[in-house]
Nanobody, 110 residues
């Protein structure tokens, strides 16, 4: 199993980023996929997850949207109206974390 995140970077407050996580080594369409984040000095927290039927939930309703493309084995996290408190390392996970990606840094700063 391999999960590879991309799309992080530096963005100004109010900006947008789209994170991607490409999976391999398992039947992607059969699994719930999750996004977590960990800010400095804080515990890792669940940001969003999406099931095999593409019903999605996010803790940042109205700003973040999770989606998936099963044909590309990829899950996305669209983040809009970013705030400085969104600064964190964002991780992709299978289910609630039986496998993890390496993480991608998102920094929101002016």
């Amino acid at each position: 199993v391999r999960l590879v995140e991309s799309g992080g970077g530096l963005v100004q407050p109010g900006g947008s980023l789209r994170l991607s996580c490409t999976a391999s080594g398992f039947t992607f369409s059969s699994y719930i996929m999750s996004w977590y984040r960990q800010a400095p000095g804080k515990e890792r927290e669940l940001v969003a997850h999406i099931g095999s039927t593409e019903v999605n939930k996010t803790s940042e309703k109205g700003r973040f949207t999770v989606s998936r493309d099963n044909a590309k084995n990829t899950v996305y996290l669209q983040m809009n109206s970013l705030k400085t408190e969104d600064t964190a390392v964002y991780y992709c996970a299978r289910r609630a974390g039986d496998y993890w990606g390496q993480g991608t840094q998102v920094t929101v700063s002016s």
